[in-house]
């Protein structure tokens, strides 16, 4: 990084004086899944390889604090989404209906790592990804050091009679979706994209 500065203001001064250089700058490294990139471990790359997501490389407050879904007993339009791309979505429709305090849509609205602010808390599938990629057993565990528990989800359970009272966790280290009561308190990793 120190380098790619350097260099960069080297070029600068030779440009100024009228001398063109024939190197160009270093290409920034490929993304790829288990990078330390944009605040973050990246755990999901679109075909461009340009752009993804990226998990936190902590729990969102203390180590020990966990959180409420929020709004139980009440089906939040807009948060049923479970697929890659709808975690964004999913954490402000809840963050907009539900007024819990403590909720973990908007502990991660609220989470910042480093210049970064753009957190939400990640879809059941988001979620999924996160633990297949970098989860117990790859390579890159000990770089997000996930905790054996269930972690939230922003994802509500589409089953209408159920709905109200119940969204999807994930246990991070061993894959293991399960859906827990939205009163419950689980732990929060929030994701953003690049």
């Not at 964004?88 to 305090?101: E, F, P, R, Y």
């Not at 050091?145 to 009679?161: E, G, V």
Request: aromatic share 12%; hydrophobic share 35%.
């Amino acid at each position: 990084m120190v380098f790619g500065v350097l260099f960069s203001s080297f070029n600068s001064a030779l440009l100024e004086e009228g001398i063109s250089s024939t190197h160009t700058q270093p290409n920034s490294p490929k993304m790829s899944i288990g990078m330390e990139a944009h605040g973050g471990v990246i755990f999901y790359l679109d075909k461009s390889r340009r752009h993804g997501l990226v998990v936190s490389t902590e729990n969102v407050g203390e180590r020990s604090t966990k959180y409420e879904w929020g709004c139980s007993g009440t089906k939040v339009i807009g948060a049923n989404g479970t697929k890659v791309g709808t975690g964004l979505a999913n954490t402000h429709a809840i963050a907009g209906s539900c007024k819990d305090v403590n909720q973990a849509a908007q502990a991660c609205l609220d989470y910042t790592q480093g210049t970064y602010e753009d957190w939400y808390l990640p879809s059941l599938e988001e979620l999924e990804l996160i633990s297949k990629h970098l989860g117990a057993g790859s390579d890159f565990s000990e770089l997000v050091n996930f905790d054996r528990t269930y972690y939230f989800s922003s994802s509500q359970l589409k089953n209408k009679k159920y709905q109200g009272n119940y969204a999807w966790t994930v246990n991070l280290l061993d894959n293991y979706p399960l859906f827990s009561l939205k009163s419950s308190k689980h732990k929060v990793r929030a994701v953003r994209s690049f």
